[in-house]
């Protein structure tokens, strides 16, 4: 049974950092490539970034030079640095894991919050 579980989201100000983790079982991990997507409130899903099996990242242009994705195998977990954060960064955060194609996404985690507040 695959699980994906994000966690670690909170209320940060603004200019802070917050780290979350997605832990998750059920595949080969070191073989996966996964993803961050958010949906901030009222709007769709925004893809954030990707990390591959090499260890490869990818961000979008939103978030690049501020968010840092870096994964643990021994841990099956992925992780989200956020460093510099802004109101707009404010969005339920979700983990998933890439299928077939880099935008077919085959397992998601719940999501976890993130609010970017003073």
């Known amino acids: 049974q695959v699980q994906v579980v994000e966690s670690g989201g909170g209320l940060v100000q603004p200019g802070g950092s917050l780290r979350v983790s997605c832990a998750a079982s059920g595949f080969v991990f070191s073989r996966a490539y996964m993803t961050w997507v958010r949906q901030a409130p009222g709007k769709g899903l925004e893809w954030v970034g990707m990390?591959?099996?090499?260890?490869?990242?990818y961000y979008a242009n939103s978030v690049k030079g501020r968010f840092t994705i870096f994964r643990d195998n021994a841990k099956n977990t992925v992780f989200l640095e956020m460093d510099s954060l802004k109101p707009e960064d404010t969005a339920l955060y979700y983990c998933?894991?890439?299928?077939?194609?880099?935008?077919?996404?085959?397992?998601w985690g719940q999501g976890t919050q993130v609010t970017v507040s003073s």
């Open positions: 990390i591959t099996e090499g260890r490869d990242t």
């Open positions: 998933a894991k890439v299928g077939s194609t880099w935008t077919d996404y085959d397992y």
